[in-house]
């Protein structure tokens, strides 16, 4: 947890709690934290902190299994969720890409109280693989991976329309690409969202931004990943036209990517900047805040120099001569704004 107000000091970085896993998203939802604790040996929960007054403090920690759940499958289940959403003021809908459901937790009963199964959705693959959460004219839209084959593959990817008062699918969205990845966004002072759709991390060219309109109607894509030179995995808008893309290299035969880019893409004029360059894979999404673009910095070897969040302008100039340091050994893997 830290404050980057002011440039020119050294924020010092706080650990909210220890028992968080390295593979952990943050979301916020009003004045809540809720941090997404994805390994299986570690918790694979859900931990909530309360941001009412100064820093986040601590609440509790609830897991993403139902009884039922557990009783079939005589252990637990590995949820290993993707994303989390408020639907209410006492519950959330919850993505588990390891199950074929949506869990729904009430916070009221502090636990998980039913799922919304998604299975009939998940066509030739083995699970529907919900990623991610978008609130969209009152119904709330979450992307199926539907991954056919999970090194390379091909079926569409889906947004599945949700009617949160009662439950219903109101209906599905199919797109013209693989393997939707990442949150969906809003473009600013339009009526769509974008999506990113990879495809395979294997191959180049099979992906790109999708737009999609809040109706529910595929517009066509925005770009294709070909012309940014690799999977478009993350993305934030700058403004109406312009956009900061997170382009992971191809993963080589051991599954290791050798090679991110930040790059600034320009709709209107179609221009691609590369602002930044890493040498290993950055799982930080930018993340664009006050005039200010914030890079997850993955830092460099086995000890990972270097490693913090870079802070850029909107134009990709630096705003200060070093990261803002995430800790010894430590480096970003998600990036949330807390109020």
């Avoid at 909210?16 to 943050?26: K, P, Q, R, V, Y």
């Avoid at 699918?169 to 797109?175: E, G, H």
């Avoid at 709709?267 to 691609?272: A, F, L, P």
């Avoid at 005039?291 to 120099?305: A, H, N, S, T, W």
Wanted: glycine share 10%; proline share 7%.
């Amino acid at each position: 947890f830290i404050r980057p107000d002011d440039l020119t000091s050294e924020p010092a970085p706080r650990a909210l709690l220890d028992t968080l896993t390295g593979d952990s998203i943050a979301r916020v939802m009003g004045s809540t934290l809720a941090v997404l604790n994805r390994s299986s040996t570690m918790g694979d929960n859900v931990t909530f902190f309360d941001l009412r007054g100064g820093a986040p403090r601590y609440s509790c920690q609830l897991g993403l299994v139902t009884p039922d759940e557990l009783a079939v499958s005589g252990r637990r289940p590995y949820a290993n969720a993707h994303d989390v959403i408020a639907i209410d003021p006492h519950r959330l809908y919850v993505a588990r890409w390891n199950l074929p459901s949506l869990a729904v937790v009430d916070l009221t009963r502090n636990g998980v109280t039913a799922t919304l199964d998604l299975s009939r959705f998940r066509g030739t693959a083995p699970l529907p693989y919900p990623d991610s959460f978008a609130r969209v004219n009152g119904e709330v839209w979450v992307t199926l991976q539907r991954l056919d084959d999970l090194r390379a593959p091909t079926q569409p990817g889906l947004i599945v329309r949700i009617d949160p008062a009662t439950a219903p699918v109101r209906d599905t969205i199919t797109l013209p690409r693989a393997n939707p990845i990442g949150a969906m966004q809003r473009r600013p002072g339009a009526d769509e969202l974008w999506v990113s759709a990879v495809g395979s991390f294997t191959v180049e060219g099979d992906g790109g931004l999708v737009r999609v309109s809040t109706g529910g109607e595929v517009l066509g894509e925005a770009l294709d990943e070909r012309a940014a030179g690799g999977n478009i995995d993350a993305f934030a808008f700058l403004d109406a036209d312009r956009v900061v893309l997170r382009v992971t290299g191809l993963l080589d035969a051991s599954n290791s990517v050798r090679e991110t880019r930040f790059v600034m893409f320009d709709v209107r004029t179609r221009e691609s900047i590369a602002w930044y360059t890493s040498s290993t894979w950055s799982p930080a999404p930018p993340l664009v805040l006050d005039g200010k673009v914030f890079l997850g910095d993955p830092g460099d070897g086995i000890e990972r120099q270097g490693a913090g969040v870079r802070v850029l302008g909107l134009t990709g100039e630096r705003l200060r001569a070093s990261n803002i340091t995430t800790g010894p050994g430590m480096w970003p893997y998600d990036l949330a704004v807390v109020p």
